[in-house]
């Protein structure tokens, strides 16, 4: 019995490493950076209302085995391209959000069509594949924007339009749609702020997924990310199944840039999708989902560390060794290393599984 005990609590501790490792850094990092525990749970509330969306978003394919997706910039660059022309179009508030959605919904089903379409002919390889592609449709996006903004697309707005006629400056202002829906319902306890509104649509999407997968079609992708084989002798349609998965997380995707970049205000035309899917991917991670396996819980626990992180590391740099860049290296480095860590942890254990077999 002891020593079922000891197996036991080593095997949590090895599946639930990098979320153990990240707690513990969040609290070092909270008692080093000397900040009001008031101050640090604002900012994270903050961050936690314009990034859960899209780190949710990652939820549906890495449980229809498609792995960790990164080609979730392709949301990204839809929903941008639908604040670009709500932004030239001047159209504020709710409605310009809601413009911006609907501009972006039929550009997100495109790219999630071509990119379902290519993880489906690159089984066993989606993650590179995903990468892969999103390295290519970052450089048609940018050829679109710098050359086709002035030209093809209508865009006049010398406020964004470069000196010489065509093409997108580095930065659009969106003051159009900052904070439209964060201030749509906003209550004050105490010394925080919280934006009811955009946790409302999260608690929503978060539901929404649940009850997915409580369907014959949720059903589908656990069966298809379990086992490809069994799936398809089961009379699963696999291919279907995972191109849906990849639709849903790529308009998913979209919604969520344009959640996010509501509440900043401003979007770096040519940069602001780039870290998109490396910080989402991140978060998921740091909540305990893995390659394989992954929980609306893991995703909103992963989201919220991950972030306070994010909050304390500058500060703790700055009171620890006199410079706040530190912190700044710091948190670029535990994005990059619990992506490296879970597919080096994923990697072994399909090694293990093969020895088995």
Same mark, same amino acid.
């Given at each position: 019995m ?8 080593k ?23 000397g ?6 749970? @604002? ?28 080609? #979730? ?10 604040? /670009? ?22 550009l ?5 069509w ?39 697309l ?18 659009? *202002? ?7 829906? *964060? ?11 919280l ?29 298809a990310?379990? *086992? #490809? ?6 009379? /699963? ?5 995972r ?20 509440? #900043? ?5 040519? *940069?602001?999708h ?32 991950? =972030? ?9 740099g ?27 942890? =994923?990697?072994? @254990? ?8």
């Amino acid at each position: 019995m002891e020593a079922r005990r000891k197996l036991s609590f080593k095997r949590a501790i090895r599946e639930n490493g990098v979320p153990i490792m990240c707690f513990i850094l969040c609290g070092l990092g909270v008692l080093a950076s000397g900040k009001p525990l008031s101050f640090l749970l @604002q900012e994270a509330i903050g961050r936690m209302a314009r990034n859960s969306f899209i780190v949710l978003s990652l939820v549906v394919p890495i449980v229809a085995g498609l792995g960790l997706n990164f080609a #979730i910039v392709l949301g990204a660059m839809a929903g941008q391209a639908g604040l /670009i022309a709500v932004a030239a179009a001047k159209i504020k508030g709710l409605p310009g959000l809601f413009t911006a959605v609907v501009v972006a919904f039929p550009l997100a089903l495109l790219l999630g069509w071509a990119a379902g379409s290519i993880m489906n002919r690159a089984k066993g390889r989606e993650m590179i594949a995903g990468m892969i592609l999103g390295f290519f449709m970052n450089g048609v996006y940018m050829l679109v924007f710098l050359f086709g903004a002035g030209t093809v697309l209508p865009i006049k707005d010398p406020r964004m339009i470069l000196p010489q006629g065509y093409g997108l400056r580095n930065t659009v *202002d969106l003051q159009v749609v900052k904070w439209s829906l *964060d201030n749509l319902l906003k209550v004050r306890v105490g010394p925080i702020s919280l934006p009811l509104a955009t946790f409302a649509v999260t608690a929503l999407l978060s539901m929404g997924i649940l009850k997915l997968f409580s369907t014959k079609l949720g059903q589908d992708m656990r069966a298809a990310g379990q *086992d #490809i084989r069994i799936a398809e002798v089961a009379g /699963i349609k696999v291919d279907r199944t995972r191109m849906v998965a990849m639709l849903l997380s790529t308009v998913l995707g979209a919604i969520g840039q344009i959640i996010f970049l509501q509440n #900043i205000g401003t979007l770096n035309v040519y *940069d602001s999708h780039g870290q998109t899917g490396t910080f989402a991917i991140a978060a998921l991670l740091v909540g305990g989902a893995t390659v394989t396996k992954a929980t609306v819980g893991q995703a909103l626990l992963g989201t919220f560390m991950f =972030h306070l992180l994010f909050i304390v590391s500058p500060y703790a740099g700055q009171n620890l060794l006199g410079s706040a860049m530190v912190g700044e290296y710091f948190r670029a480095f535990v994005a990059y290393a619990v992506i490296a860590f879970s597919l080096a942890l =994923h990697s072994l @254990q399909r090694s293990k599984m093969a020895v088995r077999r």
